[in-house]
C-alpha cells in the first residue's frame, strides 16, 4: 500500500478523499493556494504544503509545484480528484516519470477518451450504440454538409477536444452551418487550442444518464449502475440521482452491459463514468466517457454501499476492487450547494458565511469543506456542499430532502438551496418525469 499520499485539490472533494485515506491508515498531504490556507482538507490532512497564490493556473494547476510538495514530503502517490488535473494526460505522465503513482488512468486512456470523436469511434467499434454522425472529425465545411445531407438536420457539432458542453453547436439547417462551423471551431481552439469538430444527429430533449465503473489490474471490470444527472443548468449539473426515475430495468441492464463492453475493450484502469444520452423511446447512445472520480459519486456510493474512494486507491496499489457490484438498494439524491444566486441567474455570490448549520439524521450525508465564518473565495467553482439523500424509494428520499432543507441554514452568502426547495415541490420532478430541459421549462428563475 502507498506510505503517503499527496490530494492535488481543494474543497469538498479534498476532505472526501483524504477521509478515506485515513480510514485506511494512509498519511496524507494537503496542497493548498494561499486563499485556501483555513480550509479543512488543510486542518485535517497529517501535513499541508502552500503550492502559490489564489489563481489556479498558479497553484492547483501548477504541476512544478505539486511535484514538488510530493517530492519534499515524501508522497508516493497523488489523488487528482476531479477537475484541475484529473484528466491531464501530461501530469500523470510527468508523475510515472517521477516514481509517483496517479490514482487514475494511464495517460494513454486519458488521451484516447479525451479525444471525443476518437472514443466515440472506439467505442462504435466493439459495438456501443453511439448517435449517427461523421466517422471522427470533420475536416471542413463541404464535409459538413455532406454528412448533415445524410443523416438528416436539425445536427449537432461538437468539439472533440470538448466534453461538456463547451464548442457546442445546433444546425437546424443548411443555411446556417457554414457560420456554425466557423464558430464552433474558432471557440474550440480558443478553449482548447484544438478546432476540430465532430457532427452528430441532434436528439431532442434528451436525459443524461452515466454508468459508474470500476475496473482493476486483474482483469476485473465492473459496473455499478447508473446515475440520472439530467437536472442541468447551462451544463451544470445541479441534481443526480439513482436509480433513475425514467428507465426500465431492461435498459438498465442493457445501458450496464454497453458501459462494460467500452471499458473493457480499451483495456481502461480505475474508476469511470459512461456517459449516454437517453431519448424519450429509451434508446441509448454513448456520447463521451469520463476517466475521474465525478462529483456525484456518493450517488452511487449509498444506493450501492460501497466507497469508491477506497476502490480508486486500491486498483492503484495494484490490489483487486474489494467491492464487488451488488444490487442497488434504495434511492439516493445529491443536491448541489452552490455559492451561486438563483434569483440572479445563479451569479457567483462569494464571501463570509456569517452562520451555517447542516442538516442531520437518518439518510442525510453532508460532504463539505464550509463552517460558520468560512470565506468562499471568488477563485474557484462555487461548489459547496453536496447534500446527498438516501430513502428506501425515491418518495421517501423526496420527503426526507424536503425535511433536511427546512433544517439546512446559511447565511452571509445566496446558494442553490432555494432553488432546490422549489424543485422538490415540482409536480414533474416529484413525478420523475424531467428531461435536459426540465430546468428551462419549469423553473422559473431571473
Ligand atoms: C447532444 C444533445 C443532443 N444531441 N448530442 C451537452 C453536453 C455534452 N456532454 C453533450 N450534450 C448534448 N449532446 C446530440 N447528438 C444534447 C446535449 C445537451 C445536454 C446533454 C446532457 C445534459 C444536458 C444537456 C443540455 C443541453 C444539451
Redesign the pocket.
Known amino acids: 500500500m502507498f506510505k503517503k499520499i499527496l490530494i492535488a485539490n481543494r474543497g469538498e472533494i479534498a476532505l472526501r478523499i483524504l477521509r478515506t485515506c485515513k480510514e485506511l491508515g494512509i498519511p496524507t498531504v494537503a496542497v493548498y493556494s494561499e486563499v485556501d490556507r483555513d480550509s479543512l482538507h488543510v486542518v485535517f490532512a497529517d501535513e499541508a504544503v502552500c503550492i502559490g497564490p489564489a489563481p489556479s493556473n498558479q497553484s492547483y494547476l501548477k504541476i512544478p509545484s505539486i511535484l514538488s510538495a510530493a517530492q519534499i514530503t515524501g508522497a508516493d502517490a497523488i489523488h487528482p480528484g476531479y477537475g484541475f488535473l484529473a484528466e491531464n494526460a501530461e501530469f500523470s505522465e510527468i508523475c510515472a516519470d517521477s516514481n509517483i503513482k496517479f490514482i487514475g488512468p494511464s495517460p494513454d486512456s486519458i488521451r484516447k477518451m479525451g479525444d471525443k470523436a476518437f472514443a466515440k469511434e472506439t467505442m462504435k467499434k466493439v459495438g456501443v450504440p453511439v448517435?449517427s454522425g461523421s466517422a471522427g472529425v470533420v475536416n471542413d465545411v463541404d464535409e459538413a454538409k455532406k454528412i448533415a445531407a445524410e443523416i438528416g438536420y436539425p445536427v449537432?457539432l461538437k468539439a472533440s477536444a470538448g466534453?461538456?458542453?463547451k464548442g457546442?453547436r445546433i444546425v437546424l439547417e443548411e443555411s446556417e452551418i457554414e457560420k456554425a462551423f466557423q464558430t464552433a471551431g474558432n471557440e474550440a481552439g480558443a478553449a482548447f487550442s484544438n478546432s476540430a469538430l465532430y457532427m452528430?444527429?441532434?436528439?431532442e430533449n434528451?436525459r443524461?444518464i452515466e454508468i459508474q465503473v470500476l475496473c482493476d489490474q486483474h482483469g476485473n471490470f465492473y459496473h455499478y449502475g447508473e446515475r440520472d444527472c439530467?437536472i442541468?443548468r447551462r451544463?451544470q449539473k445541479l441534481i443526480e440521482e439513482s436509480p433513475s426515475p425514467f428507465i426500465t430495468n431492461a435498459v438498465r441492464t442493457k445501458m450496464g452491459e454497453a458501459a462494460l463492453l467500452g471499458v473493457r475493450s480499451v483495456n481502461y484502469e480505475g474508476a469511470g463514468t459512461i456517459?449516454f444520452?437517453v431519448d424519450k423511446h429509451q434508446n441509448f447512445y454513448f456520447?463521451?466517457m469520463n476517466t475521474r472520480i465525478q462529483v456525484e459519486h456518493p450517488v452511487t456510493e449509498m444506493v450501492r454501499n460501497l466507497d469508491l474512494i477506497k476502490n480508486q486507491i486500491l486498483i492503484a496499489a495494484g490490489r483487486e476492487i474489494e467491492d464487488k457490484p451488488l444490487d442497488s438498494r434504495g434511492h439516493a439524491i445529491e443536491f448541489r450547494i452552490n455559492a451561486e444566486d438563483p434569483d440572479h441567474n445563479f451569479r457567483p455570490s462569494p464571501g463570509q458565511i456569517e452562520y451555517l448549520h447542516f442538516p442531520g439524521g437518518f439518510g442525510v450525508r453532508i460532504d463539505s469543506h464550509v463552517y460558520t465564518d468560512y470565506v468562499v473565495p471568488p477563485n474557484y467553482d462555487s461548489l459547496i456542499a453536496k447534500m446527498i439523500i438516501w430513502g428506501t424509494d425515491r418518495k421517501h428520499a423526496i420527503a426526507r430532502a424536503r425535511r433536511a432543507f427546512e433544517e439546512f441554514q446559511v447565511e452571509g452568502i445566496k446558494t442553490t438551496i432555494p432553488f432546490h426547495k422549489k424543485v422538490l415541490e415540482n409536480e414533474k420532478f416529484i413525478n420523475g418525469d424531467f428531461d435536459?430541459s426540465f430546468i428551462d421549462k419549469h423553473i422559473n428563475i431571473n
Open positions: 448517435v449537432m466534453g461538456g458542453g457546442m452528430e444527429k441532434y436528439v434528451p443524461h439530467s442541468q451544463h456517459e444520452l456520447i463521451e435536459t
